[in-house]
């Protein structure tokens, strides 16, 4: 009960007009921590939700794979430069972004997760590895200004902090190999 208030308490605060223009106004706030803390405060609401329609999941996502790559196709959907973009001046795309991130991409990570053996894990894993270095390329090496209400100086911040995502990942994956794990 505690996780679902302040799962609410987060959703709530980053609607709010001040904070959520605080964090649109820079790509890399908008990227990596609007989105990112849209999805925890789904994360937070979903044991409320898991718990009351336990059915449902048990049903729908019995294995954990279909909520998986519904949190995969989303999260993959809001990469994109042309979205992240137009949730500034679009206002359903705005609120897609606020319900799919929190409620759908959120609440299915958090049923998932636990579902998925160790080798779905590492599926996944490795594939948000292989896209964060491919999103830090993009934005890194591309000469032209892709967004139209970020400026190319921007969008190179973001590839950085995508590179910076990259090696964390990269030596997480390091010290598991090097590190027992018997007890």
């Known amino acids: 009960m505690k996780q679902t208030v302040a799962g609410m308490i987060l959703f709530t605060l980053l609607a709010v007009p001040p904070i959520r223009e ?86 299915s990570l958090r049923d998932s997760w636990k579902k998925l053996g160790v080798i779905g894990k590492s599926f996944i894993f490795l594939n948000y590895l292989s896209m964060f270095a491919l999103m830090a390329w993009v934005y890194i090496d591309i000469p032209v200004q892709i967004c139209n209400n970020y400026l190319e100086v921007e969008q190179k911040m973001l590839g950085w902090g995508f590179l910076a995502i990259t090696l964390a990942m990269v030596l997480y994956i390091i010290q598991q190999v090097f590190t027992d794990h018997s007890a």
């Open 22 to 107: 605080l964090f649109e106004s820079a790509m890399i706030t908008h990227m990596l921590v609007q989105l990112p803390l849209l999805i925890v405060s789904g994360w937070l609401m979903g044991s409320s939700v898991i718990n009351r329609y336990h059915n449902f999941f048990q049903k729908w996502n019995a294995d954990g794979v279909a909520g998986m790559l519904l949190v995969v196709t989303i999260t993959m959907y809001w990469m994109l430069p042309r979205v992240l973009d137009e949730s500034l001046v679009i206002w359903y795309i705005e609120l897609f972004k606020f319900t799919g991130l929190s409620f759908l991409t959120g609440i």
